[in-house]
């Protein structure tokens, strides 16, 4: 009692320097604060300031990570936990899985390439390990986890009780060094050359969770980062983002792993003019997706490191879509995604494609608001990014019919054709 008259004494004494965190909007709240808005953009921003992280989520964040680490270092001295993924390349949001790779403090005990199977035996038992000690040290919480083995250990936690997301901790499959240069790269793109990436990317992962086409933990099919590759090749090809060759020239990176993306002269490494960014994101989008939808998947090859599309060379004629990872030799980031899965991505669009459309439109005054809403069957200043929010693709307040096919912009697919670099 006596602290609580403390605390109440100190707000009335300083309130000025009293900043009390705004609580997580619900969903209730944000449909209908969206559905004051009047346009898509500002839509767009009003959905992601709400999902914005706070510095209360960081703190909580912050606060697991320092404790998981003291507990185990209890029974395995000078273990270390590194904040990995999202949280350390500028795509951080409230929902964002907490990414965490474990870093013991004997070098003998880190994956090696060539040590056989004995390493990976002794990663998945140590793992095993922690699920165990996270449940015994909250066993009321009755912790919901998976181990998963495919090319590399991992710990799937479904939901952290005490931050109410995701986590998945593993190993690092590379020297943590480079790992955490690699994801300064990536913020630094995030948040200083390119900044409405993260604005753009929030909206994709959130029509993608609405639809089903990505969920939380790890996924053979599409991803968060997956769809972020796709992105980002896009502003490459149109000069919104820098290549990666450029980043790392700046940040002195060992040139790309990539056979793809040869490196021979750093002068050689160069950013042309950054083209202007479209006023709407509306229009943004709509170009992104007639771009991937005039895509020949199984002929091009997407190269983040030189930020061009490439002709397929016949080591990658076994990859479906071919998007090398300039940091892992061999390794395609659209592992996984197959005909049917790349099918079922495109229909996706085409259910998105009227709604933006008409959110274009009414960016550019050619609709009026209620012209634009009686078309798609809602009233009067009620926008679709609303009912994304409030309820999934399938359902019938989208109201979009069945659509065979999509009718694009034959400019937009002619100035893309023109871009493939041969």
């Not at 993924?85 to 474990?102: E, Q, Y």
Request: charged residues 15%.
């Amino acid at each position: 009692m006596h602290e609580l008259h403390q605390i109440t004494t100190a707000q009335k004494e300083f309130p000025d320097r009293l900043v009390l965190q705004p609580p997580t909007i619900s969903r209730t709240l944000l449909v209908q604060a969206l559905l004051t808005c009047s346009s898509f953009d500002e839509q767009t921003n009003l959905l992601f300031r709400s999902m914005s992280v706070t510095s209360s989520d960081l703190l909580a964040r912050a606060v697991f990570v320092q404790n998981l680490t003291t507990c185990m270092r209890r029974s395995w001295p000078d273990i270390d936990f590194v904040v990995h993924g999202s949280h350390a390349n500028g795509l951080i949001c409230r929902t964002s899985d907490l990414d965490l790779l474990m870093v013991p403090g004997d070098i003998r005990m880190l994956p090696q390439p060539l040590g056989g199977d004995s390493g990976y035996a002794k990663q998945a038992h140590h793992l095993r390990v922690l699920r165990s000690f996270m449940r015994s040290a909250d066993p009321l919480a009755r912790l919901q986890s998976n181990l998963l083995q495919s090319r590399f250990n991992l710990l799937h936690i479904s939901v952290v009780p005490m931050l109410g997301i995701p986590a998945d901790i593993c190993f690092p499959i590379q020297p943590i060094e480079l790992l955490q240069r690699v994801s300064s790269l990536y913020d630094r793109l995030n948040t200083v050359y390119a900044p409405r990436i993260p604005v753009i990317m929030l909206i994709i992962k959130h029509l993608a969770r609405l639809a089903g086409l990505i969920q939380s933990g790890p996924s053979q099919y599409f991803t968060s980062f997956k769809l972020y590759a796709l992105l980002l090749h896009y502003l490459q090809v149109n000069g919104f983002a820098p290549a990666l060759n450029h980043l790392m020239a700046e940040e002195e990176l060992p040139p790309p792993l990539s056979s793809s993306c040869p490196l021979s002269r750093r002068q050689e490494i160069s950013w042309p003019e950054q083209s202007v960014w479209p006023d709407s994101t509306a229009a943004l989008l709509t170009d992104f997706f007639c771009y991937l939808v005039g895509l020949k998947p199984t002929l091009v090859t997407l190269c983040l490191a030189s930020g061009r599309l490439l002709p397929r060379q016949a080591a990658q004629n076994n990859r479906f879509l071919d998007v090398p990872n300039p940091f892992k030799l061999g390794w395609n980031i659209l592992h996984g995604i197959g005909r049917s899965e790349w099918s079922s991505f495109l229909s996706w669009i085409q259910r998105l494609q009227p709604f933006l459309n008409r959110a274009e439109h009414l960016a550019h005054g050619e609709v009026s608001i209620e012209g634009a809403s009686s078309v798609a069957g809602i009233h009067s200043n009620k926008l679709a990014m609303a009912h994304l929010v409030r309820s999934k693709m399938e359902s019938p307040i989208w109201g979009i019919p069945a659509m065979e096919s999509i009718q694009l912009r034959s400019n937009c697919i002619k100035e893309h054709e023109n871009k493939l670099i041969f």
